[in-house]
Structures are given as C-alpha cells and as structure tokens.
C-alpha cells in the first residue's frame, strides 16, 4: 500500500523560506522520478520540480532557482523535500508530491497549505 504524507506549509511574508517535506510510503518510491505540484485557488494543479531516482533534478524556469528538491530513500520508500527560498505571494498554493510525471501519479496526499502575504 502507498501513501504520501506532505507536510511543512504554513504562512510566511514575501522573501521568507519554507521547507516542505513529503514521506512517500512503499518501497517503489525508491525508484520512481518524484515531483512537487502545487495548485492554486482556482487553478490547475502544475508541477513545480522533480528529481530522479539518480538525483537528476529540474524546476519550472519561472522559479528562478527559488525551489531545490532534495530525496532520502528509506527503509519504508522515499522523504522529498522542497526547499522554497524567496517566496512571493503567487507561490500560495497547496503544495503535494508524487510521482513525476503526474499521469503515472498514485493516489494523490491531503498536500500541505503555504500561503505568502504580508
């Protein structure tokens, strides 16, 4: 059985930093590409990073470098982690992580709530 647990949100003001973590339960994880996506009031889920099992990674040029993701494999499957440096308001979203691309997505976590505002 597969699960994913995000959590890290909260609220914070233009420029500040959050670090997200995500516990991708089941040991398939280990080998999988896994993304954070976010989605916004209103708006459609996007992705946002992913990072390989080989730890290649990439993020939407948009970010600007803002966001690194970072993986632990363990016994039980995989941590991922999002590292959000500089945050804006338009980065407010509810934040989750699965596998990358999301066709190949399991069942999607309750995500975590960031919201950037002064």
């Known amino acids: 059985q597969v699960q994913l647990v995000e959590s890290g949100g909260g609220s914070v003001q233009p420029g500040g930093s959050l670090r997200l973590s995500c516990v991708a339960s089941?040991?398939?994880?280990?080998?999988?590409?896994m993304g954070w996506y976010r989605q916004a009031p209103g708006k459609r889920r996007e992705w946002v990073a992913f990072?390989?099992?080989?730890?290649?990674?990439?993020?939407l040029d948009s970010l600007e470098g803002r966001f690194i993701i970072s993986r632990d494999n363990t016994d039980a499957g995989v941590i991922v982690y999002l590292q959000m440096n500089n945050l804006k308001p338009e980065d407010t979203a509810t934040y989750f992580c699965?596998?990358?691309?999301?066709?190949?997505?399991?069942?999607w976590g309750q995500g975590t709530r960031v919201t950037v505002a002064s």
């Open positions: 699965n596998r990358f691309p999301s066709r190949d997505a399991a069942a």
């Open positions: 089941g040991s398939t994880f280990r080998d999988n590409t």
């Open positions: 990072m390989t099992a080989g730890g290649t990674a990439d993020e």
